[in-house]
Protein backbone atom coordinates (compact mmCIF):
# COMPACT_ATOMS: atom_id res chain seq x y z
CA UNK A 1 0.00 0.00 0.00
CA UNK A 2 0.74 3.80 -0.64
CA UNK A 3 0.99 5.57 2.47
CA UNK A 4 1.65 9.32 3.97
CA UNK A 5 0.20 10.77 7.36
CA UNK A 6 -1.40 14.03 6.49
CA UNK A 7 -3.41 16.69 8.26
CA UNK A 8 -6.55 16.61 6.44
CA UNK A 9 -8.88 20.03 6.18
CA UNK A 10 -12.42 21.16 6.50
CA UNK A 11 -14.68 21.93 3.94
CA UNK A 12 -14.55 25.60 4.62
CA UNK A 13 -10.88 25.65 4.00
CA UNK A 14 -10.79 23.26 1.00
CA UNK A 15 -13.45 25.30 -0.93
CA UNK A 16 -11.06 28.31 -0.39
CA UNK A 17 -8.36 26.14 -2.07
CA UNK A 18 -10.33 25.37 -4.63
CA UNK A 19 -11.42 29.04 -5.30
CA UNK A 20 -7.55 29.42 -5.22
CA UNK A 21 -7.37 26.72 -8.28
CA UNK A 22 -9.91 28.07 -9.96
CA UNK A 23 -8.85 31.55 -10.47
CA UNK A 24 -5.42 29.30 -11.87
CA UNK A 25 -7.63 27.25 -14.04
CA UNK A 26 -8.66 30.64 -15.47
CA UNK A 27 -5.39 31.71 -16.43
CA UNK A 28 -3.85 28.38 -17.57
CA UNK A 29 -3.35 26.62 -20.78
CA UNK A 30 -2.97 22.77 -18.99
CA UNK A 31 -2.67 21.56 -15.41
CA UNK A 32 -3.90 18.58 -13.63
CA UNK A 33 -5.46 20.27 -10.41
CA UNK A 34 -5.64 18.38 -6.84
CA UNK A 35 -9.44 17.02 -6.31
CA UNK A 36 -11.26 18.88 -4.02
CA UNK A 37 -11.28 15.00 -1.87
CA UNK A 38 -7.42 14.93 -1.52
CA UNK A 39 -6.38 18.60 -0.81
CA UNK A 40 -4.24 18.06 2.29
CA UNK A 41 -1.09 18.39 4.12
CA UNK A 42 2.09 16.12 3.94
CA UNK A 43 3.71 15.53 7.46
CA UNK A 44 5.82 12.76 6.11
CA UNK A 45 5.52 10.20 3.06
CA UNK A 46 6.09 6.64 3.95
CA UNK A 47 5.39 5.00 0.01
CA UNK A 48 5.20 1.50 -0.21
CA UNK A 49 4.37 -0.39 2.85
CA UNK A 50 3.28 -4.12 2.65
CA UNK A 51 3.25 -4.76 6.44
CA UNK A 52 4.04 -3.04 9.47
CA UNK A 53 0.65 -1.28 10.07
CA UNK A 54 0.50 -1.90 13.68
CA UNK A 55 3.94 -0.34 14.11
CA UNK A 56 2.42 2.77 12.13
CA UNK A 57 -0.53 3.22 14.45
CA UNK A 58 1.75 2.76 17.20
CA UNK A 59 3.88 5.50 16.20
CA UNK A 60 0.68 7.44 16.01
CA UNK A 61 -0.35 6.96 19.26
CA UNK A 62 2.81 8.36 20.53
CA UNK A 63 2.40 11.42 19.29
CA UNK A 64 2.22 14.12 22.45
CA UNK A 65 1.19 17.09 20.05
CA UNK A 66 -1.59 19.03 21.43
CA UNK A 67 -4.12 20.56 18.84
CA UNK A 68 -2.51 23.82 17.13
CA UNK A 69 -3.47 26.69 14.42
CA UNK A 70 -1.80 26.77 11.15
CA UNK A 71 -1.65 30.01 8.52
CA UNK A 72 -2.43 28.83 5.02
CA UNK A 73 -0.98 32.04 2.89
CA UNK A 74 -0.12 32.62 -0.38
CA UNK A 75 0.63 30.78 -3.46
CA UNK A 76 4.08 29.86 -4.89
CA UNK A 77 5.40 27.49 -7.47
CA UNK A 78 7.80 24.56 -7.95
CA UNK A 79 9.80 25.27 -11.33
CA UNK A 80 9.17 22.24 -13.80
CA UNK A 81 9.88 21.36 -17.36
CA UNK A 82 6.61 19.77 -17.73
CA UNK A 83 5.20 22.23 -16.26
CA UNK A 84 4.99 23.92 -12.65
CA UNK A 85 3.44 22.57 -9.83
CA UNK A 86 1.74 25.17 -7.71
CA UNK A 87 1.06 24.87 -4.05
CA UNK A 88 -0.39 26.85 -0.52
CA UNK A 89 2.02 28.16 1.58
CA UNK A 90 1.71 27.36 5.12
CA UNK A 91 3.67 29.97 7.45
CA UNK A 92 6.68 29.48 9.59
CA UNK A 93 4.91 27.14 12.56
CA UNK A 94 7.15 25.50 15.22
CA UNK A 95 4.11 23.09 16.46
CA UNK A 96 4.22 21.50 12.66
CA UNK A 97 7.29 21.51 12.64
CA UNK A 98 7.79 19.88 15.68
CA UNK A 99 5.02 17.52 14.95
CA UNK A 100 6.89 16.47 11.56
CA UNK A 101 9.78 15.82 13.81
CA UNK A 102 8.58 13.64 16.00
CA UNK A 103 6.96 11.69 13.53
CA UNK A 104 10.09 11.27 11.49
CA UNK A 105 12.41 10.37 14.03
CA UNK A 106 9.74 7.64 15.78
CA UNK A 107 9.26 6.38 12.37
CA UNK A 108 12.73 6.04 11.45
CA UNK A 109 14.05 4.52 14.90
CA UNK A 110 10.82 1.88 14.00
CA UNK A 111 12.52 1.16 11.01
CA UNK A 112 10.85 3.58 7.72
CA UNK A 113 13.01 4.74 4.93
CA UNK A 114 12.17 8.39 5.72
CA UNK A 115 12.96 11.25 3.14
CA UNK A 116 15.55 13.81 4.80
CA UNK A 117 15.19 16.57 2.90
CA UNK A 118 14.11 19.52 4.44
CA UNK A 119 10.42 19.85 5.43
CA UNK A 120 8.73 22.09 3.15
CA UNK A 121 4.61 22.44 4.20
CA UNK A 122 2.75 22.77 1.29
CA UNK A 123 -0.80 21.96 0.12
CA UNK A 124 -0.43 21.23 -3.62
CA UNK A 125 -2.77 22.90 -6.01
CA UNK A 126 -1.87 21.49 -9.27
CA UNK A 127 0.71 19.24 -10.87
CA UNK A 128 1.70 20.28 -14.68
CA UNK A 129 0.56 23.88 -14.94
CA UNK A 130 1.65 25.75 -18.09
CA UNK A 131 0.05 29.59 -17.50
CA UNK A 132 -0.55 31.77 -20.44
CA UNK A 133 2.16 34.71 -20.94
CA UNK A 134 1.49 37.75 -19.22
CA UNK A 135 -0.40 36.30 -16.01
CA UNK A 136 -0.40 38.43 -13.24
CA UNK A 137 0.96 35.38 -10.56
CA UNK A 138 0.12 37.62 -7.41
CA UNK A 139 -3.27 38.44 -7.72
CA UNK A 140 -3.97 34.41 -8.07
CA UNK A 141 -3.30 34.30 -4.68
CA UNK A 142 -3.70 37.95 -3.17
CA UNK A 143 -6.39 37.10 -0.44
CA UNK A 144 -5.30 33.91 0.49
CA UNK A 145 -4.81 34.32 4.30
CA UNK A 146 -6.83 31.58 6.84
CA UNK A 147 -6.60 29.91 9.90
CA UNK A 148 -6.95 26.10 10.01
CA UNK A 149 -6.95 23.66 13.45
CA UNK A 150 -5.07 20.85 13.52
CA UNK A 151 -6.46 18.72 15.69
CA UNK A 152 -5.68 15.22 14.26
CA UNK A 153 -3.63 13.63 11.76
CA UNK A 154 -4.50 10.57 9.44
CA UNK A 155 -2.56 7.71 7.65
CA UNK A 156 -3.96 8.26 4.48
CA UNK A 157 -4.10 5.11 1.57
CA UNK A 158 -3.12 6.53 -2.05
CA UNK A 159 -5.02 4.26 -4.49
CA UNK A 160 -6.59 4.03 -7.61
CA UNK A 161 -10.57 3.54 -7.81
CA UNK A 162 -12.06 3.65 -11.42
CA UNK A 163 -8.89 5.30 -12.38
CA UNK A 164 -9.63 8.27 -10.16
CA UNK A 165 -6.18 9.16 -7.43
CA UNK A 166 -8.30 8.45 -3.90
CA UNK A 167 -7.18 8.93 -0.84
CA UNK A 168 -8.50 7.27 1.95
CA UNK A 169 -8.29 7.54 5.83
CA UNK A 170 -7.60 4.11 7.16
CA UNK A 171 -5.95 4.92 10.85
CA UNK A 172 -6.23 8.73 12.52
CA UNK A 173 -4.67 9.50 16.08
CA UNK A 174 -6.49 12.55 17.62
CA UNK A 175 -4.25 15.43 19.26
CA UNK A 176 -5.03 15.76 22.90
CA UNK A 177 -4.34 18.92 25.31
CA UNK A 178 -1.80 18.49 27.66
CA UNK A 179 -2.86 17.61 31.08
CA UNK A 180 -1.17 20.00 33.53
CA UNK A 181 0.32 17.86 36.08
Given at each position: MRLFIAINFND???KELVNIQNRL???ALRGNFTAYNTLHLT???LGEVTDKLNLLHNVMDNVTEAPFNITIRGIGRFKRDR???WWAGIDENKNLILLHRQLSNALTDAGFSIDERPYTPHLT???QVKLQT???IAAIGR???MDA???KISLMHSHRVNGVLTYTEIYEKKLRRRENV
Open positions: EIKKKCLVFGDILARGVDNLNQVS
